[in-house]
């Protein structure tokens, strides 16, 4: 009985670990900055697997590294789809968007991230990012309270205070 569990067991995960592959391969690729072999690797990886949020994930940030923003847009948009409370697509697609300079589309999902989390990483990352856009657009006020918050929930993070900081003596000037 325990054998046949083991070879039911194998059967079902074999399918996984055979999708993984190729997502493995794209990111290994990618991590050597061999874009075109990740490209590859990616492709397959979305054809085996549609609905895995992660290979349209790591596609989009390899289209983003090869500057293929349109590619990694449509990616992103796609993964949002499957999984719209995706925050790591979030940032990305807010990240295309500032280099697009599509400042309300990228300010809008990084909202979207505020409203997905209340604090960790990516909340960090947007916050900081919301205080440098309104700094930029001469909107002092606002970049002062995405920094406050951000030293709020992250008082151990340097470049929140550094930013803030930053912040408050334009705001003196």
């Not at 039911?8 to 050597?32: N, V």
């Not at 847009?73 to 719209?84: G, M, N, Y």
């Not at 006020?141 to 900081?165: F, K, Q, S």
Request: aromatic fraction near 6%.
């Amino acid at each position: 009985m325990k054998h046949v569990f083991i070879l039911l067991s194998l059967g079902i995960a074999y399918p996984t670990i055979a999708q993984d592959e190729a997502l493995l391969a794209g990111m290994t690729a990618m991590r050597k900055a061999d874009h075109t072999t990740a490209a590859m690797a990616f492709d397959k990886a979305v054809a085996e697997a549609p609905k895995s949020g992660k290979t349209w994930y790591y596609r989009a940030v390899n289209r983003m590294a090869m500057g293929d923003n349109e590619g990694a847009l449509r990616d992103l948009d796609h993964l949002l789809v499957l999984e719209p409370l995706d925050v790591h697509a979030m940032l990305r697609r807010a990240e295309i968007h500032t280099v697009r300079g599509e400042v309300d589309q990228a300010t809008a999902d990084l909202y979207r991230v505020l409203g997905t989390q209340v604090n960790g990483p990516a909340t960090e990352q947007a916050l900081s990012e919301l205080g440098r856009l309104a700094i930029i657009a001469h909107d002092l006020p606002t970049a002062l309270g995405h920094y406050d918050r951000l030293v709020e929930i992250a008082p151990y993070n340097p470049m929140a205070w550094c930013d803030r900081g930053t912040a408050r003596s334009i705001a003196h000037d």
